[in-house]
């Protein structure tokens, strides 16, 4: 099970990352400054950071440095609200695999962490493939089948449809999915949700996820 290490002093933005990450299956770690950033990266006990530029008591940009020069590979993903080339140079140059920038979308950053933990070598996904009755997600193609037969869905469908299937037959709120998979800063009276569910349900078959009313929605797992 891969273990990310989130060090980000926004406590809304890092308990919308910490949730999205658990539901997907990843063991979390929340620190809000640097100088703790870097105690537990040099503890090898994480395959992956997120770390904030803008951290109290030591910035990113050290924390960054620090890591590198005390030999640690793990892969660093930078989450940073500041804008222009020379902080993406920077990072980049200072040791980060990856760049990120705020506001940003789960999905997406969803999409880079695994990225980078397969390109690191240092751990593996627990299940590749989803699997809830005759529904089928292969996490590493992003493909979805349906008894067998392939089913075209757009990113931001088929990340709906993977929580979903991580959770079968559990009611999901508006507001979970919403947070899951649009991120924090979506508009929470947006009728999106609502929009995409028809989508799925078009594709993967109009009885398969059931409306709760007045709680949310539901995968039947068979």
């Not at 890591?67 to 980049?92: F, K, N, Q, S, Y």
């Not at 392939?150 to 009611?171: G, I, K, M, S």
């Not at 999915?177 to 649009?182: G, M, T």
Request: a neutral charge.
């Amino acid at each position: 099970m891969n273990r990310i290490l989130i060090a980000e002093d926004e406590q809304r933005i890092a308990s919308f990352v910490e949730r999205g990450l658990r539901s997907n299956g990843f063991v979390t770690t929340v620190v809000a400054d640097g100088e703790t950033a870097y105690q537990e990266g040099v503890s090898g006990g994480y395959d992956l950071l997120l770390l904030d530029l803008g951290l109290p008591r030591v910035d990113g940009f050290t924390v960054l440095r620090r890591l590198r020069e005390a030999r640690v590979t793990m892969p660093v993903v930078i989450l940073t609200a500041r804008d222009g080339v020379r902080d993406t140079v920077a990072g980049l140059e200072g040791g980060a695999d990856d760049y990120i920038a705020k506001p940003f979308a789960f999905e997406e950053l969803l999409a880079r962490v695994r990225l980078r933990l397969r390109s690191d070598g240092s751990g593996t996904a627990d299940a590749n493939i989803l699997q809830v009755g005759d529904l089928s997600l292969d996490l590493r193609t992003r493909r979805a089948s349906v008894d067998g037969r392939t089913v075209d869905l757009t990113a931001r469908e088929f990340l709906l449809a993977e929580v979903f299937c991580r959770h079968p037959d559990q009611v999901l709120s508006r507001e979970q999915l919403l947070s899951q998979v649009w991120g924090f800063d979506f508009d929470p009276g947006s009728n999106v949700v609502d929009v995409y569910i028809r989508y799925l349900r078009r594709k993967l078959g109009p009885d398969r996820i059931q409306t709760i009313r007045g709680m949310g929605y539901r995968l039947r797992p068979g």
